[in-house]
C-alpha cells in the first residue's frame, strides 16, 4: 500500500511538472507571436529608416549593396560616411518592408564621401575636382598661362609646393574645370616700390606694373609725369596665388 501512494504522489507530481512546463512554453510562443522581436529596424547614424524581417542580410550586406548602387551612377568610388545598423524588433507584418526598398531607403538617408582630386598647394587643399587626371591637366593649363612666351612648358614649374592626389570629399566641394581655374589663377594687389631707371616714363613704368598713369600719381601724390633717375616709387602689382619659375627666373 505504501508503495502504490508513493507511485500515486510521484505520478501526481509529474503531472503538475508537466502541466506547468506546458504552460510555460504556450506563454513563450503567445509572447513571441505577439511581443517577441521578429523584425529588425534598419537605421541609419542611430535614425530608424524602415523595418524589415529577420532574413538573413547583415549591415554589411546592405552598406555594400548601397556602395555599389551609388558608384555606379556616379562614377567614382565611394565611402559612407553614417554607421547602419539592424536593431532587432517587434513589428506587424504591415510595417515590414522588403530588402530592396530598404536597401533604396538606406541609399536616400545616409551620407557619403566621392573620390576626387585635389590639388594642395603649400599643405592646404586649394581646389578639388572630379579626378587627379583632371587636376593634374589643370596644373597644366596654368603652368601654360603663366610661363614665358615661346618657353618650354615641361621647363616650368610653381615656386609653391603644388600636389595632387585622389582623396574622398563632400561631392559640394568639387569645382568644374573652370571653376578651379579661376580660383587658382586669382590675383591680390601687393604693393611695392619702383625704382627709376634710364629711360623710364610714367607710361612705361604702369604698363610695367599693370596700373595706369593716374593711379601711380595718386599713390604717389605726383603733380606731373616727370620722372628723376633714381626716384622711388609706391606701385601696386597683381600678384598671382601661384607663381611660376622658368630656369631659376619668375614669371
Known amino acids: 500500500k505504501a508503495a502504490r501512494d508513493k507511485k500515486k504522489r510521484l505520478k501526481k507530481r509529474n503531472t503538475i511538472i508537466a502541466a506547468v512546463v506546458a504552460a510555460v512554453v504556450l506563454i513563450?510562443?503567445?509572447?513571441?507571436?505577439?511581443?517577441?522581436?521578429?523584425?529588425?529596424?534598419?537605421?541609419?547614424?542611430?535614425?530608424?529608416?524602415?523595418?524589415?524581417?529577420?532574413?538573413?542580410?547583415?549591415?554589411?550586406?546592405?552598406?555594400?549593396?548601397?556602395?555599389?548602387?551609388?558608384?555606379?551612377?556616379?562614377?567614382t568610388s565611394v565611402k559612407l560616411k553614417d554607421e547602419i545598423a539592424l536593431v532587432p524588433v517587434h513589428a506587424s507584418s504591415s510595417k515590414v518592408v522588403t530588402t530592396e526598398y530598404a536597401i533604396t531607403q538606406v541609399r536616400n538617408a545616409v551620407g557619403y564621401e566621392v573620390e576626387a582630386g585635389v590639388i594642395i598647394v603649400d599643405g592646404t587643399k586649394a581646389a578639388v575636382v572630379s579626378s587627379k587626371d583632371?587636376?593634374?591637366?589643370?596644373?597644366?593649363?596654368?603652368?601654360?598661362?603663366?610661363?614665358?612666351?615661346?618657353?618650354?612648358?615641361?621647363?616650368?614649374?610653381?615656386?609653391?609646393?603644388?600636389?595632387?592626389?585622389?582623396?574622398?570629399?563632400?561631392?559640394?566641394?568639387?569645382?568644374?574645370?573652370?571653376?578651379?581655374?579661376?580660383?587658382?589663377?586669382?590675383?591680390?594687389?601687393?604693393?611695392?616700390?619702383?625704382?627709376?631707371?634710364?629711360?623710364?616714363?610714367?607710361?612705361?613704368?604702369?604698363?610695367?606694373?599693370?596700373?595706369?598713369?593716374?593711379?601711380?600719381?595718386?599713390l604717389n601724390s605726383l603733380d606731373s609725369e616727370n620722372l628723376k633717375i633714381g626716384q622711388t616709387l609706391k606701385v601696386t602689382r597683381q600678384m598671382p596665388f601661384l607663381t611660376v619659375v622658368y630656369n631659376g627666373a619668375a614669371s
Open 28 to 75: 513563450l510562443i503567445v509572447y513571441q507571436v505577439g511581443f517577441g522581436k521578429n523584425a529588425y529596424d534598419v537605421t541609419v547614424a542611430g535614425n530608424s529608416v524602415c523595418i524589415i524581417d529577420k532574413s538573413k542580410i547583415t549591415s554589411e550586406d546592405i552598406s555594400n549593396n548601397v556602395v555599389a548602387s551609388l558608384e555606379e551612377e556616379l562614377g
Open 134 to 218: 583632371e587636376a593634374d591637366n589643370l596644373l597644366e593649363s596654368i603652368l601654360g598661362k603663366y610661363a614665358p612666351e615661346n618657353a618650354d612648358v615641361t621647363k616650368c614649374e610653381f615656386e609653391q609646393t603644388v600636389i595632387t592626389q585622389n582623396q574622398f570629399v563632400d561631392s559640394s566641394e568639387i569645382l568644374s574645370f573652370e571653376e578651379a581655374y579661376k580660383k587658382l589663377t586669382y590675383t591680390t594687389p601687393v604693393e611695392q616700390e619702383y625704382t627709376v631707371v634710364s629711360g623710364d616714363t610714367l607710361w612705361l613704368v604702369a604698363n610695367k606694373m599693370g596700373m595706369t598713369i593716374e593711379e601711380i600719381k595718386t
